[in-house]
């Protein structure tokens, strides 16, 4: 799946969740091929790190969790970058939880899934009408290589990946005609405080491979055990899936 390359050195790209990790890879590449990057986040200290690192960054502290944050990073981008035509939904966490726990935390399961999937969902509906003006514009989601092989240690993370991979699809579909595009980024696991430092891919080597084919103009993009998965039957996701039941945490049962 592929459609003519976006002009990057034009492009002017809101990467949420851009103070570390993917984002912070995936911006550099970005910076590096002429485009204009705000980067958002909680931490203010991760970001003017990441500004110290990458001086032309933009930086603006906001959370994607509560729709009123989101509502004002709207209204900040239009204001202050009219250009905008590029949005990196890549804000995310991932909570480690037994699905059989008594103990789980509702506020928590909900915080999950206000970041990873409503907020992806929010920011497109309040930039679409700006979007559906530029002469060209993407909207560029990530999910997960678990949107297609359910993780049994992370169900609520799971579910959310698996609805962003689903409504980029949908969502594609629905902007055919016009000129905005809808990529996804399938990640698998990635070195970063998300991924963990220990196992998976190097951060450089999967946003250099990432950035490549974007560039190329193309709309759904793994890499390595991720681009496998996405492109696996069905067979294949069950007996992964039933595997990982042994990185559960033990549940948390009271009598
Ligand atoms: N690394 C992997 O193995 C892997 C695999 C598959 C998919 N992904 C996806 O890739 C994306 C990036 O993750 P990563 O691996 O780069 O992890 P990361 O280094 O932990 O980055 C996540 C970023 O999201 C930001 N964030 C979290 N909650 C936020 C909120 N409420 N509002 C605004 N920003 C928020 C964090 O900054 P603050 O804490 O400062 O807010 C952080 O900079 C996520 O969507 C993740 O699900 C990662």
Redesign the pocket.
Known sequence: MTQTPLDLKAAVVCI??????????LAEKFLQAGSTVII????E???KAAQESLPKLHTFQ?????AS?RTKLAAWLLENHPKLNILI??????RRVNATSQAEDWAETQ?EI???LE?PIHLMQLLTTHFLKQPEAAFIN?????AFVPPTFAPV?GAT?AAIHQFTMASRHAYANTKVRLVE????????????TEK??P?EAFCKSVFERLAAGELEIGYNK?EEWRQAPRQVHEQVSAGMAKMMRPPQISI
């Open positions: 949420t969740g851009g103070g570390s990790g993917i984002g912070l890879g958002t986040g909680r931490r200290s991760a970001l906001n959370d994607v969790a509560e944050e939904n890549n804000a995310g966490i991932m915080k206000a970041i990873n907020a990530l999910s997960s290589g678990l993370y990946k980024i399938v990640p698998p696991q990635v070195q970063s405080n998300l991924g963990g998976g891919e951060t991720s």
